[in-house]
């Protein structure tokens, strides 16, 4: 396990750095991220240190204890300054695992006036969340078979039409993408009347689909419809996989079968929902395009943005968005949630079996980017909705027993599970926020974060008896 100690240093090192060049910024908390890069710094080089030496070949089963870990070591980091500036234990371990994983929900209040060194660290996490689960996605869940993700293959493997040789320049080339994205909407930003820091704070948290916002109304704090546009299109170019754009770019070709499902899936949506805000609150049907797109396609890429609070749209309204805030974005981007990939496997798998039940003596197969899906990937699509719904059952009835009203137990657990950020309810929906839960259920929701951005399969497999005695066995 040398190794695994080894890479969690590094981590503490990269976020270390990240804490100087905070405190060289901003003065204002110079003095709180200086002594948490001391911190930080110092406990990760020694670590490092203690654990070098000649690695083994890292084995698949260690790569479950690495994943699982590098994510909670980062959240610890994170906290690091936000608990030296005023927030409790409990509360600086939520907002930090909230920003690594890109979920977006908060505790924090009076953001308006919060030093801008902490909403440059929260907008940091966020970006550095974003694209660390882009390489997750990319190395390692893919050879680790998590729930189905090992189709992500198809797209950017060495079956069948690879587009870079390895793994390493694949990440690389997503890194570059995923920068100049975030730049391009910097300038955007900036273009529709945007502060500098409040367009790169924005754009980091937008193309990592975090929605970490520096203001307490979110971004609806801009009022301008350019802005909110722009922000829509970003929001949902994070969500999209960074192997389809890597194949627009190295064979010209973007055709794929789960970014297809998810345009039109939330062009439907969007589309009827509008209609139904026009017909019913009588607003103006392009407001109303605006606000329905924006605030659907925040929820749908878990970026948990809003420019209003939706739930006061009415009862139809708040159903929709609970039902959207478990569809999630594509495999292989920024996004969290289920994801597009299994939801279209998943419907799929349904019209087979129904298929099947109507005429037993047909032949069904399932396909996915013109290839039989197998049976053992189906068996993971399917295992992983159903520990998906176990998982969050569990969850809303702890958060129940903890205090919360049904309706916040059971959002807030979807919420987290999914990594969106707002919940729905007077209490954590999009005009609320965390602050007011305790901190038994403010720890529940985050593990309830690390789970979800962990596929569920790979943090599970860590408390099964028979992992732990095959990595022993390999000592």
Known sequence: MNFVVFINGLVLVFFAALMGGDAIIFHGTAEVFGISAVLVGLTGTLLSLSSWSSFPELHRLHTFVLTSSVWLTAAVAG???????????????????????????????????????????????????????IVTGIALLPIMKVGGMQLFRTESSDKGEKELRSAVLFASASLQIYVGLMALCALIYMA?????????????????????????????????PFLQWSATLFMLLGALPFAWYIRGVYRGSLRSEQVSAMLRSLAVVIGVMSLWLTLTKGIDPLDALRLVAFNVVSVVTTTGYATTDYTLWGPFAVTAFFVLTAVGGC??????????????????????????????????????????VEDD???????????????????????????????????????ALANVGPG????????????????????????GMFLGRLELFTVFVLFTRLFWREVGGRH
């Open 377 to 415: 990937v189906m068996s993971g699509v399917i295992s992983f909705f159903v520990l998906y719904a176990v998982t969050f059952g569990i969850l809303a009835v702890v958060l129940t027993y903890l205090g919360l009203d049904i309706a916040s137990a059971s959002s807030g657990a979807l919420t």
């Open 192 to 224: 529709g009347g945007m502060s500098f820091f409040d367009a790169v704070t924005h754009a980091m948290t937008t193309l990592s689909t975090g929605g970490y916002s520096g203001y307490d109304s979110s971004f609806g704090h801009f009022q301008s």
């Open 424 to 447: 729905v309810g007077a209490v954590i929906g999009p005009a609320g926020n965390f602050s007011s839960l305790s901190d038994a259920a403010k720890l529940v929701l985050f593990f």
């Open 79 to 133: 906290a690091v300054p936000l608990y030296l500036w005023s927030l409790s234990p409990a509360d600086a371990l939520f907002e930090a695992m909230s920003g690594i994983t890109t979920t977006g929900s908060t505790v924090m209040t009076g953001l308006d006036t919060t030093p801008r060194g902490i909403i440059l660290w929260r907008a940091l996490l966020q970006a550095v969340g974003g694209i660390g689960f």
């Open 331 to 372: 495999t292989g981007s920024t996004a969290g949630g289920a994801k597009a990939m299994r939801w279209l496997l998943f419907g799929r798998a349904l019209r087979a079996l129904i298929t099947q039940i109507g005429s037993p003596n047909v032949v069904t197969s399932i396909r996915y980017e013109g290839r039989r």
